[in-house]
């Protein structure tokens, strides 16, 4: 069977375009990877056509995160990275959250490898994804308070906290 064509990041970016419209809020060229950024309301509608198009044919998710951008300014974004067998072409996804309740519906309906990605995204940046089927911690204990890899996360390390035992040296009275 012979390989098909792949579609450069700016064909890639057509299609979408064409697609979605300005629900597309910008398509750049990463190393020859598209990078398309969407609509939150559009991610999913996204993913799907990606992955249905018969010249995209994104089949092989690879990975899905969050970046915080709350420092400056920002909320959060998701970014998740997929790849055509057939084409031999990537695509970048991404979508910009709010910073106070950062929310976007699952991919695991599109791609079942999201599930587990999605999960450690929601467990370490807070990130919830709607309509999730298990969205229950995966790296941290249930104990574990909070998302440590938001930058409002306050590192132990950098707290300074009273020691509660005695001081070297002061002698303890039994």
């Known amino acids: 069977m012979p390989a098909s064509r792949s579609l450069s990041p700016a ?6 375009r064409a697609r979605f419209g300005d629900e597309v809020s910008s398509v750049e060229d990463s190393h020859g990877h598209a990078v398309v950024t969407v609509s939150p309301t559009r991610w999913v509608d996204l993913a799907t056509f990606l992955r249905d198009d018969a010249d995209l044919s994104f089949d092989y998710f690879d990975f899905l995160t969050a970046v915080d951008r709350t420092p400056q300014g920002g909320g959060f974004e998701v970014v998740t990275h997929v790849y055509s067998i057939g084409h031999n072409q990537h695509c970048r996804m991404k979508t910009e959250l709010g910073a106070d309740d950062p929310r976007v ?3 695991s309906d599109v791609w079942a490898g999201a599930n587990w990605c999605e999960r450690e995204t929601w467990d370490l940046f807070g990130v919830v994804f709607d309509g999730h089927p298990h969205l229950v911690k995966l790296v941290l204990s249930e104990q574990f308070e909070g998302h440590p890899l938001r930058k409002s996360f306050a590192l132990m390390t950098r707290e300074a906290k009273p020691w509660p035992g005695a001081v070297e040296g002061e002698e303890v009275e039994d």
Do not use: C
């Open 11 to 16: 064909e890639i970016g057509d299609r979408v």
């Open 105 to 107: 519906a699952t991919l």
